[in-house]
């Protein structure tokens, strides 16, 4: 069985964090992710998903995404459920992610500065494994065309 989910998205308010009476902390936010067709009018249409993260990953997120942004999520589908106050059963189905990465930063527009962290595979988040990529403006890029003829031989070639 497999329950993995990977969803590109913006965010529709800054992230809330907060903790469990364990301290442990906890982020949600919501993620608008288009569809990938258009409704009669010709216009797109949007599902706004619940995204909850855990410990280090929500706190990283909580400090670093913000309403607007552009984010890939990858993590699992939960649905959970409670009784509310009129004593009702409410159903909630939720993205639990295990890695987020930025796919901007605040002050790059849409440019893709490729900011990431996860958690390791666990529960409820586990522990934080990422790291940050980003710098992309102090490295060149070493694929980047320069108009001179690449030199490979077939042997480097994985296929």
């Given at each position: 069985?497999?329950?993995?989910?990977?969803?590109?998205?913006?965010?529709?308010?800054?992230?809330?964090?907060?903790?469990?009476?364990?301290?442990?902390?906890?982020?949600?936010?919501?993620?608008?992710?288009?569809?990938?067709f258009s409704n009669n009018q010709g216009q797109r249409e949007a599902d706004f998903?619940?995204?909850?993260t855990w410990r280090q990953l929500a706190e990283t997120c909580a400090n670093y995404?913000?309403?607007?942004?552009?984010?890939?999520?990858?993590?699992?589908?939960?649905?959970?459920?409670?009784?509310?106050?009129?004593?009702?059963?409410?159903?909630?189905?939720?993205?639990?992610?295990?890695?987020?990465?930025?796919?901007?930063?605040?002050?790059?527009?849409?440019?893709?500065?490729?900011?990431?962290?996860?958690?390791?595979?666990?529960?409820?988040?586990?522990?934080?494994?990422?790291?940050?990529?980003?710098?992309?403006?102090?490295?060149?890029?070493?694929?980047?065309?320069?108009?001179?003829?690449?030199?490979?031989?077939?042997?480097?070639?994985?296929?």
């Amino acid at each position: 069985m497999l329950n993995r989910v990977i969803l590109i998205g913006r965010l529709t308010r800054d992230p809330e964090l907060r903790y469990t009476p364990a301290g442990v902390a906890v982020t949600q936010f919501t993620l608008a992710v288009d569809r990938p067709f258009s409704n009669n009018q010709g216009q797109r249409e949007a599902d706004f998903i619940p995204v909850v993260t855990w410990r280090q990953l929500a706190e990283t997120c909580a400090n670093y995404l913000r309403k607007g942004r552009l984010a890939a999520v990858e993590g699992r589908i939960q649905v959970r459920s409670y009784d509310n106050n009129e004593g009702r059963r409410v159903y909630v189905t939720e993205v639990i992610a295990d890695n987020v990465r930025f796919l901007e930063s605040a002050n790059s527009g849409n440019r893709d500065e490729g900011m990431g962290m996860g958690a390791g595979s666990g529960g409820d988040g586990g522990g934080y494994r990422g790291g940050y990529g980003g710098g992309r403006s102090q490295q060149q890029d070493p694929f980047q065309d320069d108009g001179k003829p690449i030199d490979i031989s077939d042997d480097d070639l994985p296929f």
